[in-house]
Every structure is written in structure tokens, then in C-alpha cells.
């Protein structure tokens, strides 16, 4: 999941329900600067860490 968040730079909206970990959140954070929304499951198993990296990398996010 990673890896195919890293091809959507443009993402405004996104709802995760599966893979849910600090990787994939690092990778957004990385990779979709755009990103307002995202919708996670509470059983995913990331941390603090990964929601940070969330907040630091899309400037323009607004809502989880």
C-alpha cells in the first residue's frame, strides 16, 4: 500500500481499512502534500509516529 500511495500526489480524500501502519502513513506524509481527509480504522497498528508524519507532510490536511 505504500508504494501506491507514493503514485498520488494529487489525493484529496483518502479512507484506509486495511494496512494500516507507520509506513503507509509515512509514505503519505511523503507523498500527498494534498491530502485534506483521511479516514483511518482505530485497528490499524500505527503509532503517534505515523499520524506525525501525516500532519508535517500534507500541508494542507484538515480532518482525520
Sequence with gaps: LAA???NLPNVEE???YT???DAVL?????NCP???MLYLDYSGS???KGLVAV???CTQFWRM
Design 19 to 21: 494496512d494500516q501502519d
Design 46 to 48: 500505527y503509532t503517534e
Design 14 to 16: 483518502l479512507c484506509l
Design 4 to 6: 501506491l500511495v507514493s
Design 26 to 30: 509515512e509514505a503519505i506524509g511523503a
Design 55 to 57: 500532519a508535517m507532510g
Design 34 to 36: 494534498h491530502l485534506r
